[in-house]
């Protein structure tokens, strides 16, 4: 698989080619196993990187950027990740250049032969590539684990939102967010969750949904779309996952969800919108 409108590396297009594919076959699903996939891949991306400039690995990781975004368009979280490392990599840069220049000024100062001066700074500059490197690439694991751990702080947000005997409505079964606030809740709470069939997209992530909170010790109900306005009279909060939250609070989620919020604002029910930091995004919705 070829991408004639972005250039990059033959070595570096071997890592890239595979993982393209399998998010245009949709191999890859799930906000959190796109994100570290992605940060997985940048990683090995500038582990086999080779530049004299910082500033090159930063247009490679750009270029290579714009070929992850173009076999997924509509995914957000790609985009999200690939800003991140860029945004790392600049401070990096930044930092290196305070820290290393008057040393740099110094050093030079001592040396008074041209052929010394080109050899002294060809060898300070693979150490500080060298350790640009590895400085990068500890930062995106630190990201890695940030991200696998982004559901651990659920626990006593859920405790606190959530009371005893109270009924939920979730219409977006999709979010796996959602369904570990839901989990972590149980700990220490009993309610009554209904599950909105999202019929015909989601209808068997609902399914399985339904089967992950039964599974956990959650009464749970599965309500055809057709009745979510004849149980509305009963739910306490409804419960609803996002794929990005934008810059004026609005956010992207399933198709079922402005429905039930039209709802929400005829009985005045509370919602719960369960998002993570890597899914904000500094656009914002035409819609509020």
């Known amino acids: 698989m070829s991408t004639p409108d972005v250039a990059i590396g033959p070595e570096i297009q071997k890592l890239v080619d595979p ?88 050093m030079f100062s001592l040396l008074s032969t041209n052929s010394n001066k080109k ?66 809740a149980r700990a220490k709470r009993t309610f009554t969750v209904l599950v909105t069939e999202n019929y015909p997209n989601d209808i068997k992530k609902a399914h399985k949904f339904v089967k992950a909170l039964v599974d956990n010790k959650i009464d749970t109900i599965l309500v055809p779309d057709s009745t979510t306005f004849a149980v509305m009279s009963r739910v306490g909060k409804v419960i609803v996952g996002s794929k990005s939250v934008f810059a004026n609070g609005g956010c992207m989620s399933n198709s079922g969800v402005a429905q039930c919020r039209g709802m929400c604002q005829g009985t005045q029910d509370p919602g719960i919108r369960c998002g993570w930091i890597i899914q904000v995004i500094a656009i914002i919705s035409l819609q509020s």
Do not use: C, Y
Not at 153 to 159: F, G, R, S
């Open 119 to 184: 050899s002294a700074v060809s060898q300070v500059s693979k150490k500080q590539n060298s350790d640009l490197r590895s400085i990068i690439i500890h930062g995106i694991r630190d990201l890695v684990d940030e991200i696998s751990a982004v559901n651990e702080n659920l626990e006593t947000m859920a405790w606190d939102l959530i009371h005893d005997n109270e009924i939920l409505l979730t219409p977006t079964p999709s979010s796996d967010t959602v369904l570990e606030f839901l989990i972590k």
């Open 19 to 106: 993982f393209v594919l399998k998010l245009k076959r949709h191999q890859i699903e799930g906000d959190r196993e796109i994100a570290l996939a992605v940060a997985q891949l940048l990683m090995r991306v500038i582990s086999a990187a080779r530049w004299s400039d910082p500033h090159d690995l930063i247009d490679l990781i750009r270029k290579t950027g714009k070929v992850i975004i173009g076999a997924r368009s509509k995914e957000i979280i790609t985009g999200n990740i690939i800003r991140r490392v860029l945004a790392l990599i600049r401070d990096e840069i930044e930092t290196d250049n305070s820290e290393s220049t008057p040393m740099m000024s110094s």
